[in-house]
């Protein structure tokens, strides 16, 4: 059964950083995309950032880059999502995803999520 825990929201003020992780566990992919969404109160799900796991390929919403980085972590299927400059629209509850193939398009495992509030 795949499981995928969220960590590290919280409440910050605007322009300040916050790191989330995700971990992973209960699978045996060896080709697979994690991913980041946010879902901001009365809005849809949107997408955020993804990596691919064996190439490390990154590709970002444009209403966080340059901002947000997403790193893979040195424990198997553990991603970071590190946010900087934070302001008040990037208020959301932010979800891990777990893609099977490396496209990061089609995600099949979700976490619980995470709050994240940015206060002005």
């Known amino acids: 059964q795949v499981q995928l825990v969220e960590s590290g929201g919280g409440l910050v003020q605007a322009g300040d950083s916050l790191r989330l992780s995700c971990a992973a566990s209960g699978h045996t992919f060896s080709t697979y995309a994690m991913g980041w969404f946010r879902q901001a109160p009365g809005k849809e799900r949107e997408f955020v950032a993804a990596i691919s796991w064996r190439a490390g390929n990154t590709r970002y919403a444009d209403s966080v880059k340059g901002r947000f980085t997403i790193s893979r972590g040195n424990a198997r299927s553990t991603v970071y999502l590190q946010m900087n400059s934070l302001k008040p629209e990037d208020t959301a509850v932010y979800y891990c995803?777990?893609?099977?193939?490396?496209?990061?398009?089609?995600?099949?495992?979700w976490g619980q999520g995470t709050q994240v509030t940015v206060s002005s």
């Open positions: 995803a777990l893609d099977r193939n490396p496209t990061g398009t089609t995600y099949d495992y």
